[in-house]
Nanobody
C-alpha cells in the first residue's frame, strides 16, 4: 500500500507564501508522476501542478508564475512552493502520486489533504 503524507498548509495573508510537502512511503517500484490538486468549497477538484519523472511540469493557468512544483532526487517526495497567494487560492490541497508496484500493477494514491487559507 502506498501512503502519501502532506504537510505545510496553514493561514497566510494575501501576497504571502506557503510551502507544501508530500512524502510517499510503502512498497513501490517506481513513481511516474507526483502532483497537487485542490478543492475549494463548492468547487470541483482541480489539478494545480504535476511533475513527471522526465522533469516536465504542468500548471493550471491560475497559478503559473506563482507556484513552483519540485521533487526530490529519490522521486519519493513532491513540494509545492506557493508565492503571491491570492484570495482565490484557499482550498484543501491534496498530494497525488501514480506509479508501478513491485508486482507490475499500477497505483494511484492520494494524501489526506492540507488546508491552505488566505486572509488578511
Amino acid at each position: 500500500q502506498v501512503q502519501l503524507v502532506e504537510s505545510g498548509g496553514g493561514l497566510v495573508q494575501p501576497g504571502g507564501s506557503l510551502d507544501l510537502s508530500c512524502a510517499a512511503s510503502g512498497t513501490i517500484s517506481s513513481i511516474n508522476a507526483m502532483g497537487w490538486y485542490r478543492r475549494a468549497p463548492g468547487k470541483q477538484r482541480e489539478l494545480v501542478a504535476v511533475m513527471l519523472n522526465s522533469g516536465s511540469t504542468n500548471y493550471v493557468d491560475s497559478v503559473k508564475g506563482r507556484f513552483t512544483i519540485s521533487r526530490d532526487n529519490a522521486n519519493t517526495a513532491v513540494y509545492l512552493q506557493m508565492n503571491s497567494l491570492k484570495p482565490e487560492d484557499p482550498a484543501v490541497y491534496y498530494c497525488y502520486a501514480r506509479g508501478i508496484l513491485p508486482d507490475g500493477g499500477q497505483f494511484g494514491s492520494w494524501g489526506q489533504g492540507t488546508q491552505v487559507s488566505v486572509s488578511s
